[in-house]
C-alpha cells in the first residue's frame, strides 16, 4: 500500500508541475511526501513498526491500526495542499480502510472508518484552493480532474485486484491452518483421555474377572456330573475371551499414550501386526501383500509410534468382523506418499455412509465405530488421510469394503538414510 501511494504521489506532483503547471507549494508538499518515503522505508524494514512483528494477536492489530492511521494522516496532508476533496485522489483515502477491513478486528475497523471519514470532512473545508495556485487554463484544470478520476479509479481496481485479493487468500490459508492445528490438538486430547479411560476400565475390570477364574477352578471339584463340568467349560472358555479381550484393550490403551517416534524396520512391524491381529482374530488370516517398490522390505525403515498399529488393528479388526475368510493389507509407495490399504469381502457399505465413515462414532455400519474413529484421529495425527469405497474382486467377483491411507512418505525410507541421519 505504501510503495503504491508513493508511486501515485510522485506521479501526480510531477504531472502537477511539469505538465499542468500548477504552483503548488513544493516545500509543504516535499515535506508531506518525505515523511510518507520514511514510512515506507521504516515500514519494510519493521524497525520503525516493531508491534507490526508482535506475536500477540492484539498488539499486532494495534500495531496495524497505527500503521493506517498514520498513513491516512500524510495522505490527508498531500490532498491539503492539493486541492483538498476536488483533488481526485481523494479516493485514496479508501486504500488504509480496504486494507484494515482485512487485517483489523470489527472495533478498529470501526474506529479507522470514523476516522477516514473525519479526514474527508476536514478537506471539503480546510484546503488549498486550486485556483490560487495559478492554473494554467480552466481547460487544463477540467482535464485534471477528468482524467485524474478516471485515472485513481483505474489504480483502485488494480490495488485490489494484485494486492487485496491475494492477501485475503493468505490469510484464509493461515486460518485454515490454525484452525487444523487446533483440531488436531483437540483430537489428541480427545484420544488420551479415552486412553486414560480405558486403562481404567481395564483395571476396574481385572479384579472381578481374576475372582470369577478362581471361582471356576474351585467349581471343578465340587462339580461332579458331566452336565455340570460341560457347564463350566464353557464357563472357562468364556472368561477366556473376556481376558483376551481385556488384554487386548490394554495393549491398545498403551499404544495410544505412546506417541513418541521411534525407527523400526518394516519387516519387524509387519511381523508383530500379524501377530497381534492372530490374537484378536483368531479365526481370521491377514495376507500381506507388499509393493516391488519396498523390497527387500528389510532395507526399508519406518519412522513412527505404537498408535499406528493401533490404527492399523482397529481397521483390520472391523474387517474381520464382516469377512472372517479374506482380509487383506496392501502396502505401496509413491513418490510422494505411503499409501496403506485393507480390503474384505464384507459385501461393503451403503453409499451414503461412505462420507460419514471414521468422521464419527457410527452403529450399525459394518462394525465401524469408535475403534475406526479412532484410527481416523491417529492417521490425522500423522498428517495422512483415511477414505473408504466399496469395490468388488476382479478375481473372485466379491464385493467389499477398501479402507485406503495415504501417509506422508518422509515416514518410511531406506535403512541407510536413517543410519546416515544417526551419524
Known sequence: MLVFLCVIWSITLLWFNF??????????????????????????????????????????????????????????????????????????????????MLMLSLQYFIGLAVISAFFYVFLSTYYVPIMSMKVQSLQAFFAWYLHGSVLVFMLLVLFLALFILPLKQRLEKQKAILERQKKLALQNEYFMSIAGLALSSVHQLSTPLNTMALLTELMKHEVSTPEGKDYIETFSEQLAVCNRALETLRNRADYAQQTQRNPVELPIFLSELKQEFALIQQQSVLRVQVDEALKPMEDFVLQ??????????????????????????????????????????????????????????????????????????????????????NYVDEVDNKAGLKAEIQLPKQLIFLKDQSNEDNE
Do not use: C
Open 19 to 100: 505538465f499542468l503547471e500548477i504552483n503548488y507549494s513544493h516545500l509543504d508538499a516535499g515535506i508531506w511526501f518525505a515523511l510518507l518515503l520514511a514510512t515506507l522505508v521504516g515500514s519494510y524494514f519493521l524497525k520503525a513498526f516493531p508491534s507490526l512483528q508482535d506475536s500477540n494477536i492484539s498488539g499486532f492489530k494495534r500495531g496495524w491500526l497505527l500503521l493506517l492511521v498514520w498513513t491516512m494522516f500524510l495522505n490527508a496532508g498531500l490532498l491539503y495542499e492539493t486541492g483538498g476533496s476536488i483533488n481526485p485522489l481523494i479516493n485514496l483515502l479508501l486504500l488504509p480502510l480496504a486494507l484494515g
Open 304 to 389: 513412527t509410534d505404537p498408535s499406528l498399529k493401533l490404527a492399523l488393528l482397529n481397521l483390520l479388526d472391523n474387517a474381520a468382523r464382516y469377512s472372517r475368510d479374506f482380509i487383506l493389507i496392501s502396502w505401496q509407495v509413491t513418490d510422494s506418499a505411503l499409501l496403506i490399504s485393507i480390503r474384505d469381502h464384507g459385501g461393503g457399505v451403503a453409499e451414503s455412509e461412505l462420507s460419514l465413515l471414521g468422521k464419527q462414532p457410527q452403529e450399525n455400519s459394518h462394525g465401524l465405530g469408535m475403534g475406526v474413529f479412532l484410527s481416523r484421529m491417529i492417521i490425522e495425527r500423522f498428517h495422512g488421510k483415511l477414505s473408504f469405497n
